[in-house]
């Protein structure tokens, strides 16, 4: 019983003395290793941001190229507008990218046709492989007074539009790459125009998070963190949101709020700029009443911005579980070797006991 009695003391002692190694091993773990690792996490949403970039990029880009290509063709064919409709439709049907394609032309400039001349060509949206085309008439919307064809008209320049939704159906969000189409003279007669549906791009966007989730990162994958990711443009418009953007009221700039000393005027001014941020994970914000890491980057060649939105609980929480694991594991193969103790302890002392019995 002596025997037993002294083991168990001496067990119970290493015991305690292991929880209070524990505990301190953990504080230091914690301050000196999971701060990185919760950084880590959060800047591992800055790659995935770069490659969501990437593919919006060369999505407007093949856009871009596939409008271009064709306004040499146009502006020397302007004699024959029979022949502009297979140019919507061979642009709409390069890829899935192109969601419609049409070219507008300055009041009665075919009085022969129409006073609003607009041939136009879009995929059927129940048989994508299907191309419809149709020339609108003086019936249809009056796009000679709308701000996107004065604009371009009177600026003689190409660009993204702002955000609008289909004609067609008034519910599907776009967005359309524009640009002026001149006669012998130099004088801009029609804008050439093709949009990308943001739902689709919305969409594809989401899938790239999925196929690009970092499965060979040296920091485990514990959960899937809850990030949202916008692209907005440098007044804070949204043009994708993941619930759509007809559901996100306001701009992004009203969801924002500052958190601590934190300037929120020069973050603002900042994204307004078109600057790309700069290791935000030491900065917090609010974001819709939520503690977040923001990062964000220009679009090439657009007034927009891709924005990343990070949860900082779910971070958080990330490096506290991995802190755990560790510890763990720590306190396994410390629970192993007091076992061990205990039974070497119990050994010896029945032999010490036997050999002062004889």
């Known amino acids: 019983m002596i025997r037993r009695n002294i083991a168990n003391r001496i067990t119970g002692r290493l015991i305690m003395w292991m929880l209070v190694l524990l505990l301190v091993l953990s504080g230091v773990f914690y301050y000196w290793e999971v701060r990185n690792i919760i950084r880590l996490h959060a800047e591992l949403y800055h790659n995935k941001m770069l490659i969501g970039y990437e593919y919006t990029r060369r999505i407007l880009s093949d856009v871009y190229v596939s409008v271009t290509n064709n306004v040499s063709y146009l502006e020397q064919s302007l004699d024959h507008p029979e022949s502009h409709m297979d140019v919507m439709k061979q642009i709409v049907s390069q890829g899935n990218r192109v969601h419609s394609c049409g070219i ?24 994508p492989d299907e191309i419809l085309t149709k020339e609108k008439d003086d019936d249809d919307s009056n796009y000679l007074n709308a701000t996107w064809f004065r604009s371009a008209i009177e600026s003689d320049s190409a660009r993204w539009t702002e955000p609008f939704f289909d004609n067609d159906d008034r519910n599907t969000a776009l967005t359309a790459y524009i640009v002026p189409i001149h006669n012998a003279a130099g004088k801009p007669v ?83 700029t078109g600057k790309t941020s700069m290791n935000e994970s030491d900065v917090k914000y609010i974001f819709d009443n939520e503690e977040c890491y923001l990062f964000f980057t220009p679009v090439k060649h657009t007034d927009w911005m891709m924005v990343t939105v990070v949860p900082c609980q779910s971070v958080n929480t990330a490096g506290l579980v991995y802190c755990l694991q560790i510890m763990s594991q720590v306190f396994l193969i410390m629970l192993v070797l007091i076992l061990i103790n205990y039974f070497y302890l119990r050994r010896e002392t029945n032999l010490s006991s036997r050999a002062r019995s004889f």
């Open 104 to 127: 507008n032309y300055i009041d009665n400039y075919y009085p022969q046709k129409s006073n609003q001349f607009h041939p136009l060509a879009w995929r059927n949206a129940d048989n």
């Open 190 to 272: 029609a804008v050439l125009h093709a949009s990308i549906s943001l739902d689709w791009l919305t969409n594809k966007l989401s899938k790239t998070d999925i196929k690009y989730n970092d499965p060979n990162s040296s920091i485990p994958n514990i959960f899937e963190l809850k990030s949202k990711r916008f692209i907005i443009d440098y007044a804070g418009r949204f043009l994708t949101y993941p619930g759509g953007v007809q559901n996100m009221e306001g701009t992004f700039f009203t969801h924002l709020k500052p958190r601590g000393n934190y300037d929120i005027e020069l973050l603002i001014e900042r994204m307004e």
